[in-house]
């Protein structure tokens, strides 16, 4: 399966951009990643004060539940280069915003707006495969990790093999391998996976409207 309407689809998933379509790839976001950006944000372990980091934070569902643990010294930055999730986010996040408790950074993981070490917990979710630029997006993380802290990355193995089946990931790298071996390059250390097992489907169709259906 490719086609105009599968490329199309494909540059909303790694850019979504205010469209009809961009609309309903926000909507799967919303839906079908609940889950692994709730897991991830578990998996940060965070504390009250920590400063975190959310790369490719798309429709800001992660960035909501992380806000959640978080006291009045703890501070959330959010970075992702889609207008229109920065819109979508902005809203899902307006009043941590509005005390100043959260920012929303336009950019890249490959070029970050933050200072070096000032980071304790960074994660991200479905995203890394849309960086262009690995080993640069690496180094960049590790420059604004404190010493000690830890990055989290969750992703829907069973989805991505899927779409790989069905053609829409042919020019997309999401194998995490790549991503591990990037970080050791990072000199990243205890860099492992561990695989868990759930019973979501991917299901596109569900947020097609009827005549795409
Ligand atoms: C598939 S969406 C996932 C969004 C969200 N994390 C979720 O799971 O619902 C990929 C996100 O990564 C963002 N993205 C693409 N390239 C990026 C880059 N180089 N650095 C950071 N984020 C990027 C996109 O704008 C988009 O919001």
Known sequence: MSGPFQTRLLRQFSLPRLSPLGWIVKHFFQ?????????AVNLALLEPDHQ?????FGPGVGL???LAKLGPHGHLYGVDPSEYMHSVASRRLASGIQTGQVKLLRGRAESLPLSDGTIDRVFHCSSYYYWTDLDKACN???RVMKPGAFMVTTLRMSQLQKLEENGLFKEVNWQPQLL???LQ???????????????????MRQFLPPLLK
Do not use: C, P, W, Y
Request: without cysteine; glycine residues 2%; charged residues 30%.
């Open 31 to 39: 839906q079908n990643n609940r889950f692994v950006e709730q897991a």
């Open 52 to 56: 975190v980091l959310e790369l490719g």
């Open 64 to 66: 909501k539940n992380a």
């Open 140 to 142: 960049e993380i590790k």
């Open 180 to 182: 591990m071996e990037a």
């Open 185 to 203: 390059r990072a000199h990243f250390t205890d860099v492992n996976m561990k695989k868990t097992s759930n019973k979501a489907q991917l299901n």
